[in-house]
């Protein structure tokens, strides 16, 4: 399909074509379609815009991850077909680790996903081989690398809400980039992203990056986050939203 | 995948597999399994459940139908992947003709979802031949059988708001089913189903086999609705369930 840029769907056209190509290249699993359309669907209700709310997640998280010693990026088929640049920008930035860990496994999607992620210029993907388990977790999902293992925080975009959990429970900060603020994943995280990850990625690398040179009290600082609170007012401007529609 | 009947997730994972082998067996375009995505997200939304505002707009539906003198039923991969027992069901007690008629258009697509209709026990099927237009479409979807053509009233669930409006521009009523009550199509059909496919189609069935024996003038008063008055009810009640969360 040829969307012209002038159309004013088109960038969610875009992002709806690089799922498609990824499920037509193996990386996206047929749910991870589904769950694009999912997150379609509540980035619409946030207006396809980077909440304020959100804004004050990202720059959260940054200062979490630029105070952390063992960051890594958690990777699977839909982040790899969305941002698979963005990943490696922010692994540069954040110092963080990248590891393949995919809900819906396969030896050959873990290898599509790597190599797209080498071909976007990573210099080390993990998640090939596993040797770790985390535990509390039924799914494939609780083998992990050595990355994820020994993670003190760990970034899992357009996660599910078990792993996120057991992730917690193993004593390790999360971060979560959901669209749907209700989820489990966004109230079990410690710092949840309510953004499209196409907008919140490359706004968290430019946070890493300006905050580079900040002493550690000033990232503790800034880290400091109510999770929680964050994800009420995140609710209540979309509630807003909600009004302005029918007032139209 | 095989799901517990006890799970609390059963019943939109049993939709997600039909979705899902619909797609599997040619019935459903890839776009569909996305579209499916976005429904999930609606319908998490409203609660899964069918709200007193969806049922208002099922009975004047019925009663709209009832009082047509050509209702056609407009059926597209995903309404048939989900509901083609249903679709038939509802083409009986509202002598609606059915008629496939799909955006993501091929000959083959339109012989597999004909294919699946018949099997679910449908007399006829109309749209694999196209002998007329629907004025103001783009798409190959202006082309129609002559059910659509001649039809005065069209129920068109899963509609792209192109369609919906085209439709309308042509004098028909048209009554829709979509789970997202701020969509184009469902400010622009003459009624909107706010609800799951799954759900809504054997109530519209369950209320025409219940008004069969209506006078015409007992119709006409229910049929009588405002559309937007009850989408802005619908997203009252959205909200409503959006503050439970907050307060959760």
Known sequence: MTVPRSHPRYESLRIREMV????????????????????????????????????????????????????????????????????????LTSNSKIEVNLFYDSIQRRRIIIGMLY???????????????????????RMVSHGIAQADTVVVPLEDGDRTQALINAGKKVITIDLNPLSRTARTASITIV?????????????CKEMKGYHTEQLAEIAEFDNMANLKECVRLIKERLDEYIDA
Chains 1, 2 share one sequence.
């Open 195 to 207: 953004d499209n990850i196409t907008r919140a990625l490359p706004i968290l690398s430019d946070y």
């Open 20 to 91: 498609s190509a990824g499920f037509l290249s193996g990386a996206v699993a047929l749910e991870g379609v589904m769950a694009h359309g999912r997150g379609e669907a509540f980035d619409y209700i946030l207006g396809e815009e980077t909440l304020l709310t959100a804004k004050a997640a990202i720059r959260a998280a940054a200062a979490t991850l630029l105070l952390s010693s063992h960051p890594v990026i958690s990777v699977n088929g839909n982040v790899a077909a969305l941002c698979s640049k963005e990943v490696v920008n922010l692994s």
């Open 119 to 141: 071909r976007a210029g990573a210099k080390e993907v993990l998640g090939l081989e596993r040797h770790s388990m985390i535990k509390g977790l039924e799914s494939a999902r």
